[in-house]
């Protein structure tokens, strides 16, 4: 099993930065694809970005390529979203998820989740 617990969420103005924090337990996730989702309200969860282990590619949705970036501290078995540049549209509940295989990656059928942290990006 493992836990995810996300982090360092809050109100940013447009054009902000912040950086969530995923901390990882019960085991390694290392060799895990590590996936950031989010939810806004009345949506579906989306595809945000993803690193398919440590030390592999990493992939983006197109919404956020160049302004997200996803990295790992496998010493400390986190997993990071920094993200630069928000837009309003941006808001929504963030998700940690993890999963073993990455095929379906995009999908939000990943194994483990965490709780969420919130979003909001105010114009």
């Known amino acids: 099993q493992v836990q995810l617990i996300e982090s360092g969420g809050g109100l940013v103005q447009a054009g902000g930065s912040l950086r969530l924090s995923c901390a990882a337990s019960?085991?390694?996730?290392?060799?895990?694809?590590v996936g950031w989702f989010r939810q806004a309200p009345g949506k579906e969860r989306e595809f945000v970005t993803a690193?398919?282990?440590?030390?592999?590619?990493?992939y983006y949705a197109d919404s956020v390529k160049g302004r997200f970036t996803i990295s790992r501290d496998n010493a400390k078995n986190m997993v990071y979203l920094q993200m630069n540049s928000l837009k309003p549209e941006d808001t929504a509940a963030y998700y940690c998820?993890?999963?073993?295989?990455?095929?379906?990656?995009?999908?939000?059928?990943?194994?483990?989740w965490g709780q969420g942290t919130q979003l909001t990006v105010s114009a």
């Open positions: 998820a993890a999963r073993q295989t990455s095929l379906g990656f995009t999908k939000p059928n990943y194994d483990y």
């Open positions: 690193s398919i282990r440590s030390g592999g590619d990493t």
């Open positions: 019960g085991r390694t996730v290392s060799n895990y694809v």
